[in-house]
Nanobody, 115 residues
Framework: VQLVESGGGLVQPGGSLRLSCAAS????????MSWYRQAPGKERELVAA????????YYADSVKGRFTISRDNGKNTVYLQMNSLKPEDTAVYYC?????????WGQGTQVTVSS
């Protein structure tokens, strides 16, 4: 099983990034997917989640209205569109696949929001 995140980088405040997480080795369409982030010195937190069928998106209050999670089951990929980025969004972003008791994590991609 592999989850590979991409799309991170350095962006100025107010800018946008789109993260991707490509999955292999699992029946992607059967897994709920989520994005987490971990800033230096802080615990990992849930940012957004989406069900296996693509419904019922969840967003943390801190990103609601700015981030959008989506998935393409044909491409085995989940996305996180991040707009109006703030310095406090700086973190390593991880994707997670979960189905019943099984869960898998990606290696993370760094997002830095700074002028």
């Amino acid at each position: 099983v592999q989850l590979v995140e991409s799309g991170g980088g350095l962006v100025q405040p107010g800018g946008s990034l789109r993260l991707s997480c490509a999955a292999s080795g699992i029946t992607f369409s059967s897994y709920d997917m989520s994005w987490y982030r971990q800033a230096p010195g802080k615990e990992r937190e849930l940012v957004a989640a989406i069900t296996s069928a693509g419904g019922n998106p969840y967003y943390a209050d801190s990103v609601k209205g700015r981030f959008t999670i989506s998935r393409d089951n044909g491409k085995n990929t989940v996305y996180l569109q991040m707009n109006s980025l703030k310095p406090e969004d700086t973190a390593v972003y991880y994707c997670k696949a979960r189905r019943r008791a099984r869960e898998y994590w990606g290696q993370g991609t760094q997002v830095t929001v700074s002028s």
